[in-house]
């Protein structure tokens, strides 16, 4: 098959679970001989950032090519990717690429929120679209969307193919959103060994991406309660300055930078904390700190649970019911956090971290389970899905004639044109 992923964010390298989850699918598909490219966005566009990406692939040992033009150009892992680094122009870079490349399948995701490219893909006269579902908070439907859109919507029901990362997720499409979701596993892991690095002796009570909705409330009261206790926080696309500077007021937080090997922030971590308040579709840490023996104390919320494979623990918490029509300086959409109650948190923790003979069995227990999880882990069944979506009579007329956007209120104009600064701002740092 040729299979084209459209992906709205920056594919390598990044720290997003989704991003690493999308590239782990390409290269698992690209290893059975399947031609796979991908067509990426910088995360702002300018020369800067043209330089920078080029800079970086070559330090990691990729030859990048440049075209001399708008993007970066290189092979990862037998995965074609392109970058679109100079020009904010994504819709035009990616139809060109859509026509160069003439995919069969043409994969989108949440991570194109705005459906810029999924557009783009639904209009292609020869393709068939497959929607990766990562996060319900991105979809233009139900309780736990942030922007709520019938356009969108309605768009999303023109695609061959919904798969959603959990059974949780897919239910959700489904009810909400009328999608024929079904969820196969399309958040693979690393290949090669997972070392056993849960030490009952390590030092850091650790959490990733701590913001608003990921539970950094939690996780800030937790580091209160146990302030001799050695708490790491890695921030990365949803942490604000806010965030950050609450965090540097602990003196027994330590603010690292992220993690491109996962195992080196695990062998440093005692315990993974993953207190989120929204609707969590899946997190992927869970599953890599619990296959190497890290105990995770996780919220009871969303597709967590499947996550956790049964193990201990899953805490509960007051989860985000509402978002502002507002985002941050992140352009993360602004929920409404409600108090929390700390103390079942803080009981799990202390055991934890004072009953050395429960965290070597919890240890042991999250490692089998995960180590099991893994084995069977493959993307077969997504590879033998997109044969079917292939076989299948297509669900639209080519091209695409979708209805008519309505016209735009001034509050969700003025959170376009925030998103669409974000997308064109010059950053040089």
């Known amino acids: 098959m040729r299979i084209l992923l459209a992906h709205n964010s920056l594919y390598y390298p990044s720290y997003g679970g989704g991003d690493k989850s999308n590239r782990l699918l390409m290269e698992a598909l ?53 970058v679109l680094t100079r020009d904010p122009s994504l819709r035009a870079y990616f139809a060109a690429q859509v026509e160069a490349f003439e995919p069969e399948i043409i994969l989108a995701s949440t991570d194109d929120s705005a459906h ?168 992927r840490v869970i599953l890599e700190a619990m296959s190497r023996g890290i105990p995770v104390m996780a919220s009871d919320v969303g597709g967590l649970a499947e996550a956790k494979l049964g193990v201990d623990y899953l805490l509960p918490v007051n989860p985000v019911a509402h978002y502002r029509s507002m985002v941050d300086e992140l352009m993360v959409p602004m929920a409404e956090i409600p108090s929390q109650d700390v103390l079942p948190w803080a009981a799990a923790l202390e055991r934890l971290l004072t009953d050395r003979t429960h965290y070597e069995r919890l240890s042991a227990e999250s490692r089998r389970a995960a180590l099991a999880y893994a084995r069977d882990l493959s993307v077969a069944p997504f590879e033998a899905y997109l044969h079917k979506v292939l076989r299948s009579v297509r669900r639209r007329a080519a091209p695409l004639g979708l209805p008519r956007k309505p016209a735009l209120s001034d509050e969700r104009r003025r959170l376009l044109a925030l998103r669409l600064k974000r997308a064109t701002r010059y950053v040089a740092d």
């Open 30 to 82: 690209a290893a059975r001989g399947h031609s796979v490219r991908v067509v990426a966005r910088a995360e702002h566009f300018g020369p800067l950032a043209h330089t920078r990406l080029a800079r970086e692939l070559a330090g990691r040992g990729i030859p990048p090519k440049e075209p001399g033009g708008a993007s970066v150009e290189f092979q990862l892992h037998g995965v074609e990717v392109r």
């Open 116 to 283: 810029l490219m999924l557009e783009i893909a639904l209009r292609c006269a020869r393709a068939r679209v497959v929607y990766l579902v990562r996060a319900t908070i991105a979809l233009p439907f139900g309780p736990d969307s942030s922007l709520p859109s019938a356009f969108q919507t309605e768009a999303l029901r023109q695609a061959d193919g919904v798969v959603a990362v959990s059974e949780y997720v897919a239910d959700y499409s489904r009810r909400w959103g009328g999608l024929e979701a079904i969820h196969l596993p399309i958040s693979l892991l690393e290949p090669g060994d997972r070392p056993d690095l849960g030490r009952f002796d390590n030092r850091f009570v650790s959490m990733v991406n701590p913001c608003a909705v990921k539970g950094i409330s939690i996780f800030l009261a937790l580091a209160e309660r146990f302030p001799d206790v050695p708490f790491a926080a890695v921030p990365t696309w949803g942490t604000t300055a806010a965030d950050a500077a609450a965090l540097r007021k602990l003196p027994n937080v330590a603010v690292l930078a992220p993690f491109d090997a996962i195992d080196d922030l695990l062998r440093q971590t005692r315990v993974m904390l993953v207190p989120s308040l929204w609707a969590e579709a899946r997190s």
